[in-house]
Each structure stands twice: as C-alpha cells, then as structure tokens.
C-alpha cells in the first residue's frame, strides 16, 4: 500500500500533467470542455454551409495579417522602379506601388493576394447561400431570431469590408468604385456633402483616403465581424443545433455525432479541403490584375469596370434607376442615385427583421428546433424566390455593358428588359414558386394515404386495372406527416385585460390579412388525418 500523499504523486506525475492540473485549477478548462466537448451536432450536407463562411473567414484573417507586412497605405505619389517593366518610371500611390512589389516581388505575393481575394468572394457566396438555407427551412425561428440578425449584419459588414479591401490598391478600377461611392455619399440630401468631406478629408480624391479605408479594413470591420462570428457560435452550441425532422428526432433531443472526436475530426479535414480548394482557384484563375489597369487617375474610368459580385446588386439598381433629379428650395436631390441606394437598405432591413413579422402573423411562442421542408411552407419559400429573382435581375442590371459587348446586343434594350424584369419577375417567381409547393404538398399527400407507385397494373376480378401502390415505411411516413400547420387567425379583434374582445385594430386586421396568405385557403394543403390513412390502409378507400 502506498504512502505517497497527493502532492508527492502529483510532483511525479509528468510535467503536461502537472500543466494542465495548474490551468485547470485556475481556468477551469477541464470541467468547461467536459460539458461542451461531447455535445451533439446533426449530420447533414447543408449544415457545411456555415463552416464554409467561418473557414473562409479564417483564411481571410491569415492571409491578410501577411499581406499587412508588405502593404503601405499612402497616397504620396512616387515613381516605379519595381520588376514590373511596362510600368517603369511611372508616377503612383505608394499603395498602388506596394500592391505591384506583392505581387511581382514578395515570394508567393501574388498567390496570396489571390487566395485572399478569393476567401472573401467565397466567404460572402457562403453567408448568402447558409442564409437562404437558415430562410428557406425556418432555422430562423425562436430561439434562434437574433443569431439571423447577427448573420445579415455579418452579410452587411462582409460586403463593405470586401468594398474597402479590393479599393486599397488604389488601381484604376478600385479608383472608379471610389468614384461610384463618392456619388452615392453626395446623392444624401443635406449631409451628403459633410459626409463625402469627412470620409476624403477633402476635395475628392483628398490624400487620406487610402490610410482611412486602410484602418476600417484591416481593425475595424474585422474586428466587429469577429465578435460577432464568435457571438453566433456561441449562441449555436448553447440553443443546440437545428435538425430535419426524422424518426427519434424532436424539439427536445439532437440526433448526431459528438463534437469530440468526431466532428472536430471531420471539421478539420473540411478545414484543408476548403483552403486547399480555394488556393487551388488562387493559382489557377487570375483575379484582379491591377498592373493591367495601371494607377487611378481622377480624369480616367476602366472600361468595362465591374465591382465584385457582391456589390453586383447596388451596381445594377443605380443602371436600371432613370437619371430623376428635382430641385426643392435651390438644392437638386438626385433620386436616380439616392432612391436605389436607399431601397437597398430597406432591403437589408426588411430581411433582419423578417422573423419578428413571420413570429407576429403566427402568435407562436414555442422553441423551434426541427427544420422545415420548403414545400411545406409555400408562400415563405415563395417570398425567398422571389427575393432571389429581383436581386438575380439585378446583378444581370449591373452588367448590362458587358452583356451588350460580348453578346452584340442594344444596352438600352438591356436596361428596359431588366428594368421590367425586376418587377414584374419576382410576382412570377412567387406565383411560380408557390404552385410548385403546393403541387409538392398534394403528392406527399397522395404518397401518405396511398403509398408510392410500383408501376405495376393488377387486374381486379370484376376486370376493373388498378396500379398497385407499396405502403410507405414509417420513417418516411414520419418524414412527410411531421410538419405543424398553423391555422389562420380568422378575426381582428382586439382582446381587452377582461377577455372580452374589443374593437378591431389596423395592426390586428393586417396579421389576419397575412396569416390568411400565409396559412388559408390555396396558402397549403391539409395534411392527411389519422382517420384517413387508416380507411384506406384497411381497404376501405380509394386504391
């Protein structure tokens, strides 16, 4: 029997232990990861979406702390002297100058510039695509409302700093972005002139324009965004992760893998095959070649300048936007530029607080954790296509000079085709959409009560040919038959601190407006009854 005390055990036992009893004693890291590191997460190929966004994220940290050690953000004019030849002796930012020595004389510059450029162009496809996904399947829904407004701001934030990133070279074509935003900034009526003073530091272009974006690029945005990276994974691991209804799966469990070993196994190797693919892209697909474009010069516009698809949107509203302008008391107001500008950000808003009005019209007050089948919410999934087709018609807006170069087409039979498109599209693509989930739901309907067609025929003995159907088995009966199905409110009375109803109000009489377009009739079908299934399951219905 020994008669070491535990001191003297714990002296002899190796030195990471002795470490990690010291660390834990102090932060608690043992008793933290044991409760966290065995939570469950659900196994499904669209929840890669969102580790998309945070790898590409994590690329653009890495790849942008390197390319901060070579980059000089200044304005001051000096001549070229670098390995670039045709632009020897020529007169440029020392930021444009910076840019062309990490291309052409920093080891691997070059791929890394790109590699940057590219995380950002895949991390901003990622949050729109995880986002559609988060809209489309409700993951949206309480709990989870103010983690979707950390997404949109995230989306927002992602989209200015990918604005101030791709103008720091100070190129010709990040020149004419700069040019793009000046105007918008001037279009706000009474501030707009302080504002573009402020932001230039002067008569645009001013002098401190480079080092100002330079510091929101790199500090600013950054930093926001990755509090509120962290704030979402937070709030991921501790609401628990959404999951497609199934057989065991409820509002209550998590069906999946634990996080340790097995996800951050998985989660690591996606890790290298997402920088892997992306540098990949890198040294494969040119992007932003800024020696081709030479150094901004406030008389000269690229040809053919696009933004980054991100900013596509913004682009294609202003080119689509009739040049109107009005003078009030000596001052002109440009709405051909302030209104689409001012429309996208309503846009923006209105997708934030989409599930607030979503959770109004349906007064429920539950914790959601299953995830929705699109079909089973038509006129939500309709709203989401049809949101995708004016933002689709935009960025088609935002080309239009393109598109009329290379296809030898009118660009002013462009811009009108556009123009109508995008209002009269997105009502098509919600019609379209909602018929089509509709159509989905009655053959889910069809499948429950009857059973999934074998394509064989069977002759009864009165002679009467019948398809025979084989019955569904319960996972996929579950699978069909899980979703809730919210009744319309059917009045607009208000109920006063008695319980007695009151007289109607307008905010009463537009929830059941909507509620009536979201869940009455033609807004769903009703799901098959226990009742129903069970005369036709026992020979008493239709074959």
């Not at 407004?149 to 995230?154: A, D, I, K, P, Y």
């Not at 302080?194 to 974006?213: A, C, T």
């Not at 923006?348 to 089973?376: C, Q, S």
Request: glycine share 12%.
């Amino acid at each position: 029997m020994s008669t070491e005390s535990p001191t003297e055990a714990r002296g002899k036992a190796p030195t990471g232990e002795r470490f990690a009893d010291w660390a834990d004693g102090r932060l608690g890291i043992y008793s933290l990861a044991r409760s966290n590191m065995r939570k469950i997460f659900p196994d499904h190929w669209s929840f890669m979406l969102g580790e998309v966004c945070l790898y590409s994220f994590l690329i653009l940290i890495l790849t942008g702390v390197y390319l901060t050690l070579f980059f000089h953000p200044s304005m001051t004019e000096v001549a070229y002297h670098g390995s670039y030849v045709p632009l020897q002796g020529q007169m440029m930012s020392e930021a444009y100058k910076s840019t062309l020595d990490i291309s052409f004389g920093v080891r691997g510059g070059l791929l890394i510039r790109q590699i940057h450029h590219w995380a950002a162009l895949v991390f901003l496809a990622g949050m729109l695509v995880h986002m559609m996904r988060v809209f489309f399947t409700g993951a949206f829904r309480k709990p989870r409302e103010i983690n979707w407004v950390f997404g949109v701001l995230l989306l927002f934030l992602g989209m200015f700093t990918g604005f101030t990133g791709y103008s720091l070279p100070d190129d010709l074509l990040s020149g004419t972005g700069l040019h793009f935003m000046e105007g918008a900034i001037l279009s706000i009526p009474v501030i707009g002139t302080y504002l573009s003073f402020f932001l230039f530091g002067g008569e645009y272009p001013g002098h401190d324009l480079i080092p100002r974006l330079y510091s929101i690029h790199i500090l600013l945005l950054p930093g926001i965004m990755l509090g509120l990276v962290v704030a979402h994974m937070i709030m991921v691991v501790y609401h628990k992760h959404t999951q497609f209804a199934g057989p065991g799966r409820s509002n209550k469990n998590v069906v999946g893998m634990p996080l340790m070993p097995v996800y951050m196994a998985k989660a690591g190797g996606f890790f290298f095959l997402v920088f892997g693919l992306i540098a990949v892209v890198a040294g494969l697909a040119q992007i932003n070649p800024i020696w081709a474009f030479g150094p901004y010069r406030v008389d000269q516009v690229a040809a053919g300048s696009q933004p980054d698809w991100y900013m596509g949107f913004a682009e294609g509203l202003l080119r689509i936007m009739p040049g109107w302008e009005i003078s009030i008391w000596g001052h002109t107001l440009v709405l051909g530029v302030f209104l689409p500008l001012a429309g996208f950000a309503v846009v923006l808003a209105m997708i934030g607080v989409y599930p607030f009005v979503e959770a109004w019209i349906t007064g429920d007050k539950r914790e959601h954790h299953l995830l929705d089948r699109p079909r089973n919410v038509p006129t939500r999934t309709a709203f989401g296509v049809a949101w995708l087709t004016a933002y689709g018609a935009a960025m088609i807006a935002g080309g239009n000079d393109i598109l009329a170069t290379h296809l030898h087409l009118s660009l002013n039979s462009i811009t009108w085709f556009v123009r109508i498109c995008f209002f009269t599209g997105p009502v098509i693509a919600f019609v379209a959409t909602k018929r089509i989930c509709l159509g989905l739901q009655r053959r889910d309907r069809e499948k429950v009560l009857h059973g999934r067609e074998t394509g064989l025929i069977k002759r009864l003995p009165h002679g009467e040919y019948v398809e025979v159907h084989a019955p569904l088995g319960q996972e996929e009966l579950h699978t069909l038959t899980a979703h809730q199905q919210y009744e319309p409110v059917s009045h607009a009375a208000a109920v006063t601190a008695d319980g007695a109803e009151g007289k109607p109000t307008a905010a009463g009489t537009l929830r059941a407006r909507l509620s009536r377009v979201y869940f009455g009739e033609g807004g769903q079908i009703p799901k098959p009854t226990v009742e129903e299934y069970q005369e036709i399951a026992n020979g008493h219905g239709d074959h």
